[in-house]
């Protein structure tokens, strides 16, 4: 069993920057694809972006290219998500969670492990 504890989140004004990190416990970190989703309120959970384990190769939702940047650190179980730039409309929880499969990543229904989310505030 996979534990996932996200921190970073905070309240931030907009152009602000944040680096959320998730940290893994419980299994081999190297092997999972690791994943960030949001969830604005009263919308439904979206897809962020992703990092496949082996290659590092990683994925972004088309409207975040460019402000926000997923790694990982293997040997601290712990993948991060830099966000720059941030605007209003990235106020949500962000959760973390982790993928045995290494693609399809966008879709939440191949992750098999969450985090119970870190809130991200961006003020206008």
């Known amino acids: 069993q996979v534990q996932l504890v996200e921190s970073g989140g905070s309240l931030v004004q907009a152009g602000g920057s944040l680096r959320l990190s998730c940290a893994a416990s419980?299994?081999?970190?190297?092997?999972?694809?690791m994943g960030w989703f949001r969830q604005a309120p009263g919308k439904e959970r979206e897809f962020v972006a992703a990092?496949?384990?082996?290659?590092?190769?990683?994925y972004y939702a088309d409207s975040l290219k460019g402000r926000f940047t997923i790694s990982r650190d293997n040997a601290k179980n712990t993948v991060y998500l830099q966000m720059n730039s941030l605007k209003p409309e990235d106020t949500g929880v962000y959760y973390c969670?982790?993928?045995?499969?290494?693609?399809?990543?966008?879709?939440?229904?191949?992750?098999?492990?969450w985090g119970q989310g870190t809130q991200v505030t961006v003020s206008s």
């Open positions: 969670a982790a993928a045995r499969a290494d693609y399809g990543l966008g879709d939440e229904g191949l992750y098999d492990y």
């Open positions: 419980g299994g081999t970190f190297s092997r999972l694809s």
């Open positions: 990092i496949r384990w082996g290659e590092d190769m990683t």
